[in-house]
């Protein structure tokens, strides 16, 4: 069973939308992540949370410690946007990251 | 947070050939990782590395992979025999300070024919 699961696995929205990934783990974490990957490959952290929310720009990150749940929000979405969004955990600090499998996000203009 | 530069950003190799993967640069940080890629899969832990040894490896870092710090600043991953299934985006890593949490190299696209 993977250990960070993520929905939907793919997602095309409108331009302007407001888009939610959802994010689920199965094991006990010092911190989640949020990531970003261009079609480059390139990996760009966005956030670091290990409780409640946090927000830079048009992106919102949250998480429920007792669900074991994160929700990463994207407002007035843009066509620059799209790429894939992974979900990563670490169980202690400067542990190996644990990687979701993704969720590839296209935003139509 | 400075960058983390992967060399070569692509490398093509024939099977069986020995590839040095580099991440440069890497200044006063003690925790170092290597990630890949297998195209349309998620990314996999490859291996750990700590005070210039290995704190943790996965199944798939076999006896054809090894890592080192070979002058303090360069980040190295090689690959004594490359297979075919060696094919990969493979990625270093360290870990931030403060909040900025893990910052993931460039990234270098390995070819193996």
């Known amino acids: 069973k993977n250990e960070v699961e993520q929905s939907p696995q793919n997602l095309t929205a409108q331009e302007g939308e407001f888009i939610t990934i959802n994010c689920s783990y199965s094991?006990?974490?010092?911190?989640l992540h949020w990531l970003q990957q261009h079609p480059g490959g390139g990996i760009v952290s966005l956030f670091m949370?290990?409780?409640g929310k946090k927000k830079h720009g048009r992106l919102i990150a949250t998480i429920n410690i007792q669900e074991k749940h994160s929700s990463l929000h994207i407002t007035a979405s843009h066509p620059r946007d799209s790429a894939v969004y992974i979900c990563?955990?670490?169980?202690?600090?400067?542990?190996?990251?644990?990687f979701g499998p993704g969720t590839s996000l296209s935003v139509i203009p | 947070e400075p960058e983390v530069t992967q060399t070569p950003s692509h490398q093509v190799t024939q099977m069986g050939q020995e590839v040095i993967l580099r991440c440069v640069p890497i200044?006063?940080?003690?925790?170092f990782y290597w990630y890949r890629q297998i195209l349309g899969q998620k990314v996999e832990f490859l291996v750990s590395?700590?005070?210039?040894?290995?704190?943790?490896k996965s199944e798939i870092f076999d006896d054809q992979f090894s890592v080192e710090r070979p002058d303090g600043s360069n980040f190295t991953l090689k690959i004594r025999s490359t297979k075919l299934e060696d094919s990969a985006m493979y990625f270093c890593?360290?870990?931030?300070?403060?909040?900025?949490?893990?910052?993931f190299g460039s990234g270098t696209r390995l070819t193996v024919v």
């Open positions: 949370l290990s409780s």
């Open positions: 990563a955990v670490t169980k202690t600090s400067y542990d190996k990251v644990i």
């Open positions: 590395f700590y005070n210039n040894e290995i704190s943790e």
């Open positions: 094991v006990g974490i010092s911190a």
């Open positions: 200044s006063n940080h003690l925790y």
């Open positions: 890593a360290r870990t931030g300070t403060g909040i900025s949490g893990y910052t």
